[in-house]
């Protein structure tokens, strides 16, 4: 019995899946929204063009963009396969067409995933990797989000009070606690 290949051009508010037989015929081909009931959708779509055949993904990205789709394909015992970016931007240009689109990548994406056997499997356990992945990523919003305002009340507190900012080390709670207290000059003077 032969298998399906499905690849997956991930981006960030879409993606787009596209599907080949053995012989390399596409047998679908969609741009879905990166919601949980759209990709549902196009993962039940291509397990029904499968018809019992056995159903290998491929995507080009572990992280960010595509987790809720990695999440949703290991939850329903789907091999997917990881295919950098960089080897599809390679092997994209020893195909017939010309201009990048997300169609044309994931047609590359699957036909790549047909062909070669070199392929690192995402496995169950790297979904540890991903939900990772995902709290460093907020955890470096926080702290550009924390730097942000840092400088931004070091800025106001120069021009306004000079003496101050350099006495204060405002990444404490102590000096903020001050400051939430006597907001101005004259307020701080009086006591």
């Known amino acids: ?25 596409m047998l679908l081909s969609r ?3 990166n919601n949980e009931p759209e990709l549902l959708k196009l993962i039940g779509d291509v397990l029904d063009l499968a018809d019992g055949r056995q159903v290998t993904w491929a995507i080009d990205m572990t992280g960010g963009e595509p987790a809720l789709l990695l999440a949703l394909l290991v939850n329903h015992g789907q091999e997917v396969f990881y295919i950098p970016g960089r080897l599809v931007n390679r092997a994209a240009d020893g195909y017939r067409g010309e201009g990048k689109t997300d169609a044309r990548d994931a047609y590359v994406i699957a036909d790549q995933a047909r062909m070669r056997r070199d392929l690192r499997s995402i496995r169950p356990g790297d979904e540890a990797a991903i939900e990772l992945k995902l709290l460093t990523g907020r955890r470096a919003d926080l702290v550009e989000d924390r730097t942000r305002v840092v400088n931004r009340l070091r ?5 306004m009070f000079p003496a101050l900012e350099r006495a204060l080390d405002v990444t404490n709670a102590g000096p903020l606690r001050l400051l939430t ?11």
């Not at 997956?8 to 080949?20: E, M, P, R, T, V």
């Open 1 to 25: 019995m032969s298998r399906i290949w499905a690849g997956i051009d991930s981006g960030k508010g879409h993606h787009h899946g596209l599907a080949l037989d053995a012989d390399g015929k």
């Open 31 to 33: 741009r879905v929204v």
């Open 155 to 159: 800025g106001t507190l120069l021009s």
């Open 181 to 191: 207290g006597y907001q101005t000059p004259a307020a701080i003077r009086r006591t």
